[in-house]
């Protein structure tokens, strides 16, 4: 079935660069997105990537994507302590109605 | 342009109690998901609308959930009774259109006791 892999934790020095990497199962998912959500808080949408791409660049983001690993992965260049969240990779389910997510990513950036 | 609004932010009950929570989407935005966030998870779809029709509630326990949105607006998610195993945050997004770029509120943190 359709399934969402993540590495659970990540802890970074504030100026470092994060990556947080993240394995999907549906190969024809249209779309792949990374939500941010901050304690307390609901879900952001940080960027997302068309499947036809390899890599899409959003100010300090940088998605990069590999259809033949079936492998997604954010990076946050010069982390700050406000990027401090849960990380949540997702993938649209094959009926097309709703997201899958990961478990999340927790990044904890130390100054 | 106010977002996805939710309440209760959180509500304590005890077990076997009824629990109710509300959801206002975004204006404009037809259709609308409820998800259930258990601590340490990602999110999963209980049920979607799109306007007032339920287009996939595949994964909502009918046996004690119920939710409706009989405007096409507005929505509110049941659960009767609660079980020690409902405590969750339960999320509430809604997207125009497209599944692609849903916008989440701040969620309800339900606690059964």
């Known amino acids: 079935g359709e399934d969402v892999e993540q590495s659970l934790f990540l802890s970074v020095r504030e100026g470092d660069s994060s990556v947080i990497n993240c394995t999907y199962t549906d190969s024809s998912s249209t779309y792949l997105y990374w939500y941010k959500q901050e304690p307390g808080a609901g879900l952001q949408l940080l960027t997302y990537i068309f499947s036809n791409m390899d890599m899409k660049q959003d100010q300090r983001l940088t998605v990069l994507l590999n259809k033949k690993d079936k492998h997604l992965s954010l990076r946050i260049a010069d982390t700050q302590t406000g990027d401090s969240a849960i990380y949540f990779c997702a993938e649209i389910n094959q009926a097309g109605t709703a997201l899958i997510f990961g478990k999340g990513t927790t990044l904890s950036v130390s100054s | 342009e106010a977002g996805v609004v939710q309440s209760p932010r959180y509500k304590i009950i005890e077990k076997k109690q009824p629990v109710a929570f509300w959801c206002n989407p975004i204006s404009g935005h037809n259709t609308l998901y409820w998800y259930r966030q258990n601590l340490g998870q990602g999110p999963e779809l209980l049920i979607r609308?799109?306007?007032?029709?339920?287009?996939?509630d595949s994964q909502l326990p009918k046996d004690r959930f119920s939710a409706e949105r009989l405007k096409g607006v507005d929505s509110t998610l049941k659960i009767q009774p609660a079980e020690l195993g409902d405590s969750a945050v339960y999320l509430c997004?809604?997207?125009?259109?497209?599944?692609?770029?849903?916008?989440f509120g701040p969620g309800t943190r339900l606690t059964v006791l």
């Open positions: 997004a809604s997207s125009f259109l497209d599944v692609a770029e849903q916008f």
């Open positions: 609308y799109e306007n007032e029709e339920a287009v996939d």
